[in-house]
């Protein structure tokens, strides 16, 4: 049974749900940490592991948003996957970021099979919109082969994007969903990194979508 929390140990569980509600991620320590003027993460943490000890949260190691909910755990099963900072919904870029983050969401919602391999990606730039994917929204990807109208992460000539994977006269090529954009054709290389499998909208209240 749960112990009885302080008042600040209720100020930040009900600010792990608020966040988790709103945007389908765990805030990180230093939001944390920016949130309740706390001296540094390392208070951020000493306040995670009380709410962990009373067992009203459960966390992961060596991750940085790993901290679930045990009534989430007792739902379904559920899949850790790992989030790997943004991708351009626009022009292609050839930045590159570290993981930070990871997303825990049950096997019945994702839709694929637990084996498979699956990362996130929140999305930058507006190319996407007219199939609904908004600057600021995370794109959930799995790796395998595409399929003509797939939306995917790719590598196009060394840069990264997320477009709809497009096939005509045998000739891959990457298609914008914003008729501002235009077609991407590789001079030299287009490999696909991920095939989208789910969005999560951002905003309070907007859920999670699957693509359809």
Do not use: W
């Amino acid at each position: 049974m749960s112990l009885k929390l302080t008042t600040r140990q209720q100020e930040l569980l009900d600010f792990l749900h608020k966040v988790h509600h709103t945007t389908g991620l765990m805030p990180t320590t230093r939001e944390i940490q920016s949130h309740f003027g706390f001296a540094s993460q390392t208070a951020a943490v000493t306040h995670l592991r009380a709410l962990e000890r009373k067992g009203v949260i459960q966390r992961l190691a060596g991750k940085a948003r790993a901290v679930v909910f045990p009534e989430d755990l007792t739902r379904e099963e559920i899949v850790d996957i790992p989030l790997y900072g943004q991708i351009p919904a626009g022009m292609p870029s050839d930045t590159q970021e570290e993981p930070d983050a990871s997303i825990s969401i049950d096997v019945s919602t994702l839709g694929v099979s637990r084996r498979a391999q699956t990362f996130a990606l929140r999305v930058r730039g507006e190319s996407m919109i007219d199939a609904h994917i908004c600057d600021g929204d995370t794109v959930i990807l799995e790796v395998r082969e595409p399929r003509s109208g797939d939306i995917v992460a790719a590598l196009i000539d060394g840069e990264t994007t997320l477009k709809r994977y497009a096939v005509e006269k045998r000739k891959p090529f990457l298609h914008a969903e914003n008729e501002e954009y235009p077609d991407l054709i590789p001079a030299q290389e287009l490999i696909i990194q991920g095939v989208m499998v789910m969005l999560m909208r951002t905003g309070a209240g907007s859920g999670i979508r699957k693509r359809g």
